[in-house]
């Protein structure tokens, strides 16, 4: 890292943590304020929000598409046998740190004392003013497979039409999340927390998410030190070798709160722990936005603490293992914005787990204030990734 990108650190921090902090704000002026709101306005934010909901459920399948086919497509190499490896390998890695933060989660928020349910009655319910329905025209799942598949079989034999057709693809998905829903976000959330605040239940969701930072945190930091104790093969010079040189791709990670931002200094990172330095430059680029355990366990313990937060039972691992699959699978077409994981996984909580739309906006908002862990969790096990893909695939 130059002096520069040093000093620039800073500021680019503060500026990407404004969406979190904003969000910050909105979870917690309502609480305070939302009293002195009038019901109409509340109605009309969640009107609104429950609109943007319906939105994004009706593109969804657009943008799982776009993104899982022009993913695979574009992986630099051509040889059929690397990217079959590759996928694999990121699939597998992203299904045993969903499993780990399921088995984490459902032991320690069991010692967590969360405040009993008490249902809503229907005159204490925030009303909408309108109700916008916007049926998707197919299953998220069905595009999420089409696009592997066409993906995968486009990729044998690459041409310029495909590829043309799959950056434009990739750009018009691009452009709906960061233009429009992005920035609309923090509105988003506002109707939800609104109706929490309206009908009670705000104060008793913070309280239940507040000691679940230290669990997620606590699980991400040891599981990805693991991973590198493993690929050290239990040699404690060479582990730290692997944590002191990717450390400025962490810090870096946790500043911007951006994996495509730091993968620059990831590969020059992860290249000092390879015996081919070029492994890196090829690995890290098509696994940069794929391979992220940090969201994988974050979304995973925060979706639990949710049903305990709203009263549901927890899933038994029988029960949750469907979901994991589906999930792992699903993040193949996660977008390089803020908040990609959770957009993508949304549909599945609600396909699985029954979450109602107050349940997505309040994991929403907290997925969000954790993210800046999320990400250094996620670019730290990106600089891992390369090691272990080298020493199963042999270049």
Not at 65 to 83: Q, R
Not at 130 to 151: H, K, S
Request: hydrophobic letters at 55%.
């Amino acid at each position: 890292m130059t002096n520069t990108q040093a000093l620039n650190l800073p500021t680019l921090f503060l500026k990407k943590m404004g969406l979190p902090l904003l969000l910050a704000s909105v979870l917690v002026l309502p609480l305070f304020l939302g009293h002195l709101a009038p019901t109409e306005a509340k109605s009309f934010v969640y009107s609104i929000s429950l609109s943007m909901k319906s939105i994004l459920v009706f593109v969804l399948p657009f943008i799982i598409f776009s993104f899982v086919f022009s993913a695979i497509i574009n992986l630099k190499s051509d040889a059929f046998k690397f990217i079959l490896a590759l996928v694999s390998m990121i699939y597998i890695s992203n299904c045993v740190a969903i499993l780990t933060g399921f088995t984490v989660g459902s032991v320690m928020l069991s010692q967590l004392t969360i405040p009993p349910h008490i249902p809503i009655s229907p005159e204490s319910q925030l009303s909408t003013l309108w109700t916008l329905n916007l049926a998707p025209l197919f299953d998220n799942q069905y595009a999420l497979i089409a696009g592997f598949i066409l993906g995968i079989l486009l990729s044998y034999k690459k041409h310029p039409k495909t590829l043309h057709v799959a950056k434009r693809l990739n750009f018009s998905a691009h452009w709906f999340l960061k233009k429009i829903f992005i920035p609309l976000l923090p509105i988003f959330i506002l109707g939800f927390v609104f109706k929490l605040e309206h009908e009670g239940t705000l104060s008793k969701a913070l309280k239940t998410f507040a000691p679940v930072f230290f669990i997620v945190v606590g699980t991400q930091l040891s599981y990805v030190l693991f991973l590198y104790l493993v690929a050290a093969k239990f040699s404690i010079r060479t582990f730290w070798r692997y944590i002191k040189n990717v450390l400025p791709a962490t810090i870096t990670g946790f500043s911007t709160i951006s994996s495509a931002a730091t993968m620059p200094v990831l590969i020059l990172c992860t290249e000092k722990n390879l015996d081919n330095p070029d492994v890196a430059d090829m690995v890290i680029p098509a696994t940069i936005n794929f391979h992220t355990i940090g969201s994988a366990i974050g979304i995973t313990i925060l979706s639990l603490t949710t049903l305990l937060a709203f009263g549901h039972e927890l899933p038994n691992f029988f029960e949750f293992i469907e979901f994991g699959l589906v999930y792992a699978l699903a993040k193949f077409a996660v977008a390089a914005v803020p908040g990609g994981a959770i957009i993508v996984v949304t549909p599945l909580l609600e396909q699985y787990f029954h979450f109602s739309t107050e349940m997505v906006g309040i994991m929403t908002a907290f997925y969000m204030l954790f993210d800046p862990f999320g990400t250094a969790t996620n670019v730290t096990g990106n600089g891992f990734f390369p090691i272990a893909f080298s020493k199963l695939y042999k270049f």
